[in-house]
T-cell receptor, first 114, second 117 residues
Framework: AQTVTQSQPEMSVQEAETVTLSCTYD???????LFWYKQPPSRQMILVIR??????QNATENRFSVNFQKAAKSFSLKISDSQLGDAAMYFC???????????FGTGTRLKVLA | NAGVMQNPRHLVRRRGQEARLRCSPM?????VYWYRQLPEEGLKFMVY????????ESGMPKERFSAEFPKEGPSILRIQQVVRGDSAAYFC???????????????FGEGSWLTVV
């Protein structure tokens, strides 16, 4: 069975600074995907970034990047130049390739301080 | 992901009533998934449907919950005789025929918040 663990219930960052959110996972699958979703106060689920496990190169989307350590089963999210609009719950998720069952972590609440 | 439409956004029901949540997938998507988010938790898979077929309902509670995706119209998640523990956010997601075509990504709607009083 897959598990996803987010050990930081809450994090704070000063505006314009950089923050890293941690995520570890466990899976017996060899082909899988990892995701970070953002859930702002509006509660919608917004895909932030996606990583294919077979790719060694870390995914990057503008100010968002990941540090994917496959052997350690670690998938952290780095947010650079934090903005007030980044304040939200962030969920890490894992899905086996070709399937639809994502396993989600319990989330990290990010506060951005002006 | 704005293309996945869910309604109602907020629904209040008294204990024992029925709740019906609707989901229209993104244009061109024929696969629908329902997830539930209990307070202070991550999303958990409930059911996967294609048109007129339930493919996987392993995450659905055994009683009171049902889902359908008819040939015409939206997918519906139905909860009968609601209890306070059913209070949660219910998210619908959709994907194209081949999940690999979307990079294994399913696209979420904005969720429906059920409150049972």
């Amino acid at each position: 069975a897959q598990t996803v663990t987010q050990s930081q219930p809450e994090m704070s960052v000063q505006e314009a600074e950089t923050v890293t959110l941690s995520c570890t996972y466990d899976t017996s699958e060899s082909d899988y995907y990892l995701f970070w979703y953002k859930q702002p106060p509006s509660r919608q689920m917004i895909l932030v970034i996606r990583q294919e496990a077979y790719k060694q190169q870390n995914a990057t989307e503008n100010r968002f990047s990941v540090n994917f350590q496959k052997a350690a089963k670690s998938f952290s999210l780095k947010i650079s130049d934090s903005q007030l609009g980044d304040a939200a719950m962030y969920f890490c998720a894992c899905g086996t390739s070709g399937t639809y069952k994502y396993i989600f972590g319990t989330g990290t609440r990010l506060k951005v301080l002006a | 992901n704005a293309g996945v439409m869910q309604n109602p956004r907020h629904l209040v029901r008294r204990r024992g009533q029925e709740a019906r949540l609707r989901c229209s997938p993104m244009k061109g998507h024929s696969h629908v998934y329902w997830y539930r988010q209990l307070p202070e938790e991550g999303l958990k898979f409930m059911v996967y449907l294609q048109k007129e077929n339930i493919i996987d309902e392993s995450g659905m509670p055994k009683e009171r919950f049902s889902a359908e995706f008819p040939k015409e119209g939206p997918s519906i998640l139905r909860i009968q005789q609601v209890v306070r523990g059913d209070s949660a956010a219910y998210f619908c997601a959709s994907s194209p025929d081949l999940l690999q075509l979307s990079g294994n990504t399913i696209y979420f709607g904005e969720g429906s918040w059920l409150t049972v009083v």
